[in-house]
């Protein structure tokens, strides 16, 4: 009941700060939301734009990490928060484009948030160990018909677990859901160790994770995702398979507000980010991480984001991998 | 290169002003993180992780290792001094640190905490320099089948640390295993027990049950009856650890630090659950068993040599293998990358200097780990001063910002304080907290590798029995459950005899 009248109380004065406040946005720090824990790759990649962002803001800005559930504690956050652009949300790919395609359950939907921006892309290897006898894609689809296989991913509706099937799916293999199992693992780290330690055959999962397994030979990529080739990974790209529309799955971060985030501010966040993406700084540190620095605008960025999602989405529909309870 | 060049190389990195001043400040930074409940060792390693970007490579390494081996220490001086965990591998040591504390032994705890962990953090670290590749292809393993019958085996520490009564230990167990169900399944990423609520999903955050489970019924208690503390004493006592303390307890120190060693190279368990093991495994030997639990210093010593134990192995994984032990480990790889190295077998050939560098670092910090801890301590045991009607306050005020803190989120001081009151009711009739938490740590990684190794195998139970270490476990298991069945047993018997008697 009091909180009640101190909402509504509160409420009055600010009415009028946000119409001031839109005239001269930033004038206060900015809470970014991410939504996954310390370490993990979108903080990683969230702490790194930090610092040339906050200066292209000219505002603090607070990394502030709600974590928990694949990342969909933290979306609600900022779902719910007020479209004053003061509660940002560093989206990611698997909390925003499969998660939504996947579970019924998710409390949201792409429509409850404005995506800003997406200036993060990385490319998706599959991976083997060399003494499993699997030299190309080919031999692991032949694998798979003749059973047995199976794949580690971070968790349910993540992007591990939904790349591995659409790799299957799209070199032809029928009911890939049943011919090979899926065992999930508790984060990115434990997913590769899964492969590497031969509880699974293989994984799909970004670059990042993988290259310092492949580059000491502990694990063989045999599948990139992108058009063109990857450093440091020997594997034939999607494109020179012929499977172009392979390309679709790549990670990517990206930075979102509540739906209704006015127009003005998007613009004025497509700016910081094309003036926070050019610091040869951070274009170095992430290419460390193995990452693809690739900024879009606003709609660039909700373009491809909608894009993703509908073909995660035909996928999961297709295969009946949609979650409801 | 031979192994004295590259020894050479390596302390040619180390040996300048910059990586020792490094490596200080990571460790202080540390200590102090881990001394603020609610920050923890994880946290206060990814806010430093930034600043080492533009560092270079070797100062930023151990800058962060400092880190990463001052914040497991620094977790013990609140769980002693306020019975809040700073970091959650320090929850075993509140057992014993904080009745120690009440008794007005808090410097004695605090002391014995230090020694224990640099002991422990120096056979970490030179089980890791001497013993990397052994270590780390033995723990690569382990599979699911294996993860599963180690933590069965784990289980059996609720025997341990149950106190008086088996049955309420018991009881206290089930319960933290239920509540660890609440969040999203694994295998079919359905809702648990989260009904409706989008907070739920994530499960139920493990710091603010902690917190919640041991410090918030103090202060409960001290609302309840405000005046009941007035008469005792508690003030800093017996200034300091006494040698003989140490080696009375440096049996169990060095068998922690063991404990701490072998779970700390498998990747995927932490720090909590080895210094859970190796304060059980501490008082199973102890001759005087009845001690544990009311400020036993061996119990303290035993605690912290586990979860330091575990600081040094996790980098045996991580340099062998490239894998990370844990989140912090996580981060580390992270700092690795940044600087152009790939942890892993060739960078014992590529980068040995580094590797070198790092050990001899490594080394280094343990020492500096007990001056810096030392001064730490000699600073936060005012604490123990502080009259109780001025400190309960303060401790419920930074519970409250330290669960908020871990994940910026209101529901997580709910969470707390729901527990608070679970955790008063649970001390009003002796049930004790311990079981509860170690089977709430526990719980959700016996479920998911049993259920792994089901998928593994298409649900045939035969893999659990699949090689040698499952095997060794399982006997582990069935032994410990003989003698605890058998000490009970006995107890009943000198009851009735007892009766009898009398």
Same mark, same amino acid.
């Given at each position: 009941?009091?909180?009640?009248?101190?909402?509504?109380?509160?409420?009055?004065?600010?009415?009028?700060?946000?119409?001031?406040?839109?005239?001269?946005?930033?004038?206060?720090?900015?809470?970014?939301?991410?939504?996954?824990?310390?370490?993990?790759?979108?903080?990683?990649?969230?702490?790194?734009?930090?610092?040339?962002?906050?200066?292209? =803001?000219?505002?603090?800005?607070?990394?502030?990490?709600?974590?928990?559930?694949?990342?969909?504690?933290?979306?609600?956050?900022?779902?719910?928060?007020?479209?004053?652009?003061?509660?940002?949300?560093?989206?990611?790919?698997?909390?925003?484009?499969?998660?939504?395609?996947?579970?019924?359950?998710?409390?949201? *939907?792409?429509?409850?948030?404005?995506?800003?921006?997406?200036?993060?892309?990385?490319?998706?290897?599959?991976? &083997?160990?060399?003494?499993?006898?699997?030299?190309?894609?080919?031999?692991?689809?032949?694998?798979?018909?003749?059973?047995? &296989?199976?794949?580690?991913?971070?968790?349910?509706?993540?992007?591990?677990?939904?790349?591995?099937?659409?790799?299957?799916?799209?070199?032809? =293999?029928?009911?890939?859901?049943?011919?090979?199992?899926?065992?999930?693992?508790?984060?990115?780290?434990?997913?590769?160790?899964?492969?590497?330690?031969?509880?699974?055959?293989?994984?799909?999962?970004?670059?990042?994770?993988?290259? @310092? %397994?492949?580059?000491?030979?502990?694990?063989?990529?045999?599948?990139?995702?992108?058009?063109?080739?990857?450093?440091?990974?020997?594997?034939?790209?999607?494109?020179?398979?012929?499977?172009?529309?392979?390309?679709?799955?790549?990670?990517?971060?990206?930075? /979102?507000?509540?739906?209704?985030?006015?127009?003005?501010?998007?613009?004025?966040?497509?700016?910081?980010?094309?003036?926070?993406?050019?610091?040869?700084?951070?274009?170095?540190?992430?290419?460390?991480?193995? !990452?693809?620095?690739?900024?879009?605008?606003?709609?660039?960025? !909700?373009?491809?984001?909608?894009?993703? +999602?509908?073909?995660?989405?035909?996928?999961?529909?297709?295969?009946?991998?949609?979650?409801?309870? | 290169?031979?192994? $004295?060049?590259?020894?050479?190389?390596?302390?040619?990195?180390?040996?300048?002003?910059?990586? &020792?001043?490094?490596?200080?400040?990571?460790?202080?930074?540390?200590?102090?993180?881990?001394?603020?409940?609610?920050? !923890?060792?994880?946290?206060?390693?990814?806010?430093?992780?930034?600043?080492?970007? /533009?560092?270079?490579?070797?100062?930023?390494?151990?800058?962060?290792?400092?880190? +990463?081996?001052?914040?497991?220490?620094?977790?013990?001086?609140?769980?002693?001094?306020?019975?809040?965990?700073?970091?959650?591998?320090?929850?075993?040591?509140?057992?014993?640190?904080?009745?120690?504390?009440?008794?007005?032994?808090?410097?004695?705890?605090?002391?014995?905490?230090?020694?224990?962990?640099?002991?422990?953090?120096?056979?970490?670290?030179?089980?890791?320099?001497?013993?990397?590749?052994?270590?780390?292809?033995?723990?690569?393993?382990?599979?699911?089948?294996?993860?599963?019958?180690?933590?069965?085996?784990?289980?059996?520490?609720?025997? *341990?640390?149950?106190?008086?009564?088996?049955?309420?230990?018991?009881?206290?167990?089930?319960?933290?295993?239920?509540?660890?169900?609440?969040?999203?399944?694994?295998? +079919?990423?359905?809702?648990?027990?989260?009904?409706?609520?989008?907070?739920?999903?994530?499960?139920?955050?493990?710091?603010?049950?902690?917190?919640?489970?041991?410090?918030?019924?103090?202060?409960?208690?001290?609302?309840?009856?405000?005046?009941?503390?007035?008469?005792?004493?508690?003030?800093?006592?017996?200034?300091?650890?006494?040698?003989?303390?140490?080696?009375?307890?440096?049996?169990?120190?060095?068998?922690? !630090?063991?404990?701490?060693?072998?779970?700390?190279?498998?990747?995927?368990?932490?720090?909590?659950?080895?210094?859970?093991? @190796?304060?059980?495994?501490?008082?199973?030997?102890?001759?005087?068993?009845?001690?544990?639990?009311?400020?036993?210093?061996?119990?303290?010593?035993?605690?912290?040599?586990?979860?330091?134990?575990?600081?040094?192995?996790?980098?045996?994984?991580?340099?062998?293998?490239?894998?990370?032990?844990?989140?912090?480990?996580?981060?580390?790889?992270?700092?690795?990358?940044?600087?152009?190295?790939?942890?892993?077998?060739?960078?014992?050939?590529?980068?040995?200097?580094?590797?070198? *560098?790092?050990?001899?670092?490594?080394?280094?910090?343990?020492?500096?780990?007990?001056?810096?801890?030392?001064?730490?301590?000699?600073?936060?045991?005012?604490?123990?001063?502080?009259?109780?009607?001025?400190?309960?306050?303060?401790?419920?005020?930074?519970?409250?910002?330290?669960?908020? /803190? =871990?994940?910026?989120?209101?529901?997580?001081?709910?969470?707390?304080?729901?527990?608070?009151?679970?955790? $008063?009711?649970?001390?009003? +009739?002796?049930?004790?907290?311990?079981?509860?938490?170690?089977?709430?740590?526990? *719980?959700?990684?016996?479920?998911?590798?049993?259920?792994?190794?089901?998928?593994?195998?298409?649900?045939?139970?035969?893999?659990?029995?699949?090689?040698?270490?499952?095997?060794?476990?399982?006997?582990?298991?069935?032994?410990?459950?003989?003698?605890?069945?058998?000490?009970? %047993?006995?107890?009943?018997?000198?009851?009735?005899?007892?009766?009898?008697?009398?």
């Amino acid at each position: 009941m009091r909180s009640k009248a101190l909402a509504i109380a509160s409420a009055i004065p600010l009415t009028f700060a946000a119409t001031a406040a839109l005239a001269e946005y930033p004038e206060r720090p900015i809470t970014m939301v991410i939504p996954f824990g310390a370490g993990g790759a979108t903080d990683i990649s969230a702490r790194t734009i930090a610092k040339p962002l906050g200066d292209a =803001v000219g505002e603090a800005l607070v990394m502030s990490n709600v974590t928990g559930a694949g990342g969909a504690t933290g979306s609600v956050a900022v779902q719910n928060a007020k479209a004053d652009g003061y509660k940002m949300l560093f989206a990611r790919v698997g909390s925003h484009t499969v998660s939504p395609a996947m579970k019924a359950t998710l409390p949201y *939907g792409l429509d409850d948030f404005r995506f800003v921006t997406v200036y993060e892309i990385n490319p998706v290897v599959c991976a &083997v160990r060399p003494d499993s006898g699997i030299e190309t894609i080919d031999d692991l689809i032949a694998k798979v018909e003749e059973g047995g &296989v199976s794949y580690s991913s971070s968790g349910v509706g993540t992007l591990l677990h939904i790349a591995a099937v659409m790799v299957l799916d799209e070199f032809g =293999v029928e009911d890939p859901l049943n011919k090979v199992t899926h065992i999930p693992q508790k984060g990115g780290g434990a997913a590769a160790t899964a492969v590497l330690n031969g509880t699974t055959t293989f994984v799909c999962t970004n670059s990042s994770a993988l290259s @310092s %397994f492949v580059a000491n030979d502990q694990l063989k990529p045999i599948l990139v995702t992108t058009a063109e080739p990857v450093a440091g990974f020997d594997a034939p790209s999607a494109a020179d398979l012929g499977k172009p529309e392979l390309e679709q799955l790549v990670g990517w971060t990206g930075i /979102a507000g509540p739906a209704d985030l006015p127009d003005d501010i998007a613009v004025k966040w497509g700016e910081w980010m094309a003036e926070a993406t050019a610091d040869p700084g951070f274009v170095e540190s992430m290419e460390s991480f193995g !990452s693809i620095v690739e900024l879009m605008s606003p709609e660039e960025a !909700s373009a491809f984001i909608e894009g993703q +999602y509908n073909t995660f989405r035909a996928l999961a529909d297709e295969l009946g991998m949609r979650i409801e309870g | 290169m031979n192994a $004295f060049d590259s020894l050479m190389a390596g302390l040619s990195l180390v040996g300048n002003i910059q990586a &020792v001043l490094a490596l200080t400040i990571g460790v202080a930074v540390g200590v102090i993180g881990g001394a603020i409940p609610g920050m !923890s060792a994880t946290m206060a390693v990814a806010l430093t992780l930034p600043f080492t970007f /533009a560092m270079p490579t070797i100062p930023a390494l151990l800058l962060l290792l400092g880190v +990463y081996k001052g914040g497991i220490f620094g977790g013990s001086i609140p769980a002693i001094l306020i019975k809040t965990p700073g970091t959650p591998a320090s929850s075993a040591t509140i057992l014993d640190g904080y009745p120690m504390a009440e008794r007005g032994e808090a410097g004695r705890a605090l002391g014995m905490a230090l020694w224990a962990s640099c002991t422990a953090d120096l056979i970490s670290n030179l089980a890791l320099i001497l013993f990397a590749g052994w270590l780390a292809s033995f723990a690569m393993n382990f599979g699911p089948p294996e993860f599963f019958t180690l933590i069965l085996f784990s289980l059996t520490i609720i025997a *341990g640390v149950s106190g008086e009564s088996l049955l309420r230990g018991a009881l206290a167990a089930l319960l933290g295993l239920l509540l660890a169900t609440v969040g999203l399944d694994l295998v +079919y990423g359905t809702n648990r027990f989260t009904f409706g609520d989008p907070n739920m999903m994530g499960g139920l955050n493990f710091i603010a049950v902690l917190i919640g489970l041991f410090a918030i019924p103090e202060v409960l208690a001290m609302v309840l009856n405000p005046t009941g503390h007035l008469g005792k004493t508690r003030s800093i006592g017996k200034n300091w650890v006494t040698f003989a303390d140490y080696r009375r307890s440096f049996k169990s120190i060095v068998r922690g !630090s063991f404990i701490g060693v072998a779970l700390g190279s498998i990747p995927g368990i932490g720090a909590a659950p080895s210094a859970f093991l @190796s304060y059980s495994e501490a008082r199973r030997t102890s001759r005087n068993k009845e001690a544990f639990g009311k400020g036993e210093v061996e119990g303290v010593a035993a605690a912290e040599a586990g979860n330091n134990g575990v600081a040094g192995a996790t980098l045996i994984p991580l340099l062998a293998l490239g894998v990370p032990g844990d989140v912090i480990t996580a981060i580390i790889i992270g700092a690795f990358m940044v600087h152009g190295l790939q942890p892993g077998p060739t960078m014992f050939v590529m980068n040995i200097d580094i590797i070198y *560098g790092l050990f001899i670092g490594l080394i280094l910090s343990s020492a500096l780990l007990f001056m810096i801890g030392s001064v730490a301590i000699r600073g936060f045991k005012y604490v123990a001063d502080i009259p109780r009607r001025l400190l309960i306050p303060g401790v419920l005020i930074l519970c409250i910002y330290g669960v908020f /803190a =871990v994940n910026n989120n209101l529901f997580d001081v709910g969470v707390m304080f729901v527990m608070g009151w679970v955790g $008063f009711l649970m001390m009003r +009739y002796h049930v004790p907290a311990a079981p509860f938490l170690i089977a709430f740590i526990l *719980g959700p990684l016996l479920e998911d590798n049993f259920r792994q190794a089901m998928l593994m195998s298409g649900g045939d139970p035969q893999i659990l029995v699949r090689g040698p270490i499952t095997w060794f476990f399982w006997v582990l298991t069935a032994v410990t459950l003989v003698a605890v069945a058998r000490a009970g %047993f006995r107890g009943v018997q000198d009851k009735v005899r007892v009766k009898t008697s009398s």
